[in-house]
């Protein structure tokens, strides 16, 4: 019996050995490589910051290719702080979308021919300027379709929402918009230092490290399970920290300063939309941080829509950006704006 056993097992192992020969072979084949994290590039040249770029390691819609590097340029992973050389960055992530910016720190539509008529300013972070996005795919761009009015984009990377009324107090006041739409992320909240220095560790969208994987990293197998398996852990680790910042335990003082925001947003017409991350959409983990959002909106006078619903049922994969960058792409931003302009549409809206 004991013979026969060993002659099991070896044959298992062979077996199971051969599966995995066929599946390294299957992937060369297909000329696959895993996404190197971190390989969403910023790129600017070193003048006043009027034009930058993020580069990206595949080609997608609106990204074209990598400018001359021409005078004096900058470079980093997104995310990280240290600089890189600029010709080592592009040439990993040679497909880049270029960014124009407003003496006001706004993104541009480098083709604009503003509508007339009413105007709407739409405020918010990285998710309203479109990053990753040619701004024809950007919500602004597409709602202003939908709406046929003027649509202002004043969102600004890692804007919070304290941010997010203070340009809507600045845009009242200089009369660049009558009525606003704040597009709310979970993110959006005030971190204390000690889940801002988790959120750091944790890099989910745009700086996650390739694992130490050895001499196994040589496979190309090897490399798609731990990438897949680093970017679920991390993933997890974000959102149980969103989790916790909106709990009064953890974070007393961003939700104070949250509810400031929105009640100051509220001395002006103002719309809120809450923008879910695009994760488990069919079970999406953080409905209890939107409803805490939407009742403080609500407490505050303010109309809310939660975009969560508009999403539900869609394959988070195909919303994204890139591997890397789990910003919303196009085809997410339009299911946005179909979902604002018809809320935007209600009477008395």
Known sequence: MGRATTLRAAAVAVGLAAALLLAELALALVGWQPAVPGAKVFLAQSAPMKRFFHCYPEPGPGLEAAPVLEGTWTARHE????????????????????????????????????????????????????????YDDTLGAQLEELLDQRVMTLGRSGASAEDAAATIEQGMERGWFRRAVYVFVPNDIWLPDALKAEKRAIGWSNNLREPELGFAGQLRLTRLVARAVALRQARDATLALYGRAYDPAHNPE????????????????????????????????????????????????????????????????????????????????????????????????
Request: aromatic share 6%; proline share 7%; net charge negative.
């Open 254 to 349: 961003g939700l104070a300063r949250l509810e400031r925001a929105l009640a100051a947003m509220a001395r002006h017409p103002v719309a809120v939309v809450l923008y879910p991350f695009l994760v488990d959409l069919d079970a999406y983990p953080l409905t209890s941080v939107h409803e805490a959002v939407a009742a403080r909106a609500r407490d505050a006078g303010l109309p809310v829509l939660d975009l969560a619903v508009a999403f539900a049922g869609h394959d988070e994969a195909a919303l994204h950006v890139q591997a890397v960058d789990r910003h919303p792409n196009g085809q997410a931003h339009a299911i946005a704006a179909g979902a604002v302009a018809s809320w935007l549409g209600e009477p008395g809206r």
């Open 79 to 134: 995310g990280a702080k240290q600089a890189m050389p600029p010709a080592e960055a592009v040439a990993g992530s040679p497909w880049c979308v270029e960014y124009l910016i407003s003496a006001e720190g706004f993104r541009i539509d480098p083709s604009a021919t503003p509508r007339k008529g009413r105007r709407i300013g739409l405020v918010g972070d990285s998710f309203t300027v479109g990053e990753g996005l040619g």
